[in-house]
């Protein structure tokens, strides 16, 4: 089979993957120099939204399996960025909420990530920005 650049490039799925592994490699370097990964970022951020999300919610949110939130949330909660309702017991809503160095940390590095989601930054305008976060919100929740 004989493909051009224009196939590849007409790929959209795989153009997504190019764009995404191209702006994650900047975030995580981000992230890094804040002590985070991306799932914590994404934890961090969630939970500064206001709402208490059980462990299984939060693991939909930043799109992880919920058996693998529950050794990213015991790393936050041994640095003090988390915290756990009072009882924690299996089939009970234990509900989290970040504490005030969680709170500290996200305001720390949300304005060096909102540096690199810059729309100019990216290559885009800024109506073309909005319209792909349309888009893509559409991809990430499986409506599109």
């Known amino acids: ?55 299984a919610e939060l693991a939909r949110r930043v799109l992880v399996r919920p058996q693998s939130i529950t050794g990213v949330l015991d790393g936050m909660v041994e640095r003090g960025l988390v915290a756990r309702g009072a009882e924690r017991s299996k089939g009970r809503r234990n509900p989290l909420a970040l504490t005030a160095a969680g709170h500290a940390l996200l305001a720390e590095v949300w304005p060096v990530v909102r540096e690199v989601d810059h729309p100019g930054r990216l290559g885009v305008s800024a109506a073309e920005a909005a319209a792909l976060n349309r888009v893509l919100l559409r991809v990430v929740d499986g409506r599109a």
């Open 1 to 55: 089979m004989d493909l051009t650049d224009d196939d590849i490039d007409g790929l959209l799925a795989w153009s997504l993957i190019r764009a995404a592994h191209r702006v994650e490699r900047e975030l995580t370097a981000v992230f890094a120099e804040h002590g985070l990964s991306p799932v914590q970022f994404g934890v961090l951020c969630h939970l500064a939204a206001g709402a208490e999300p059980t462990q």
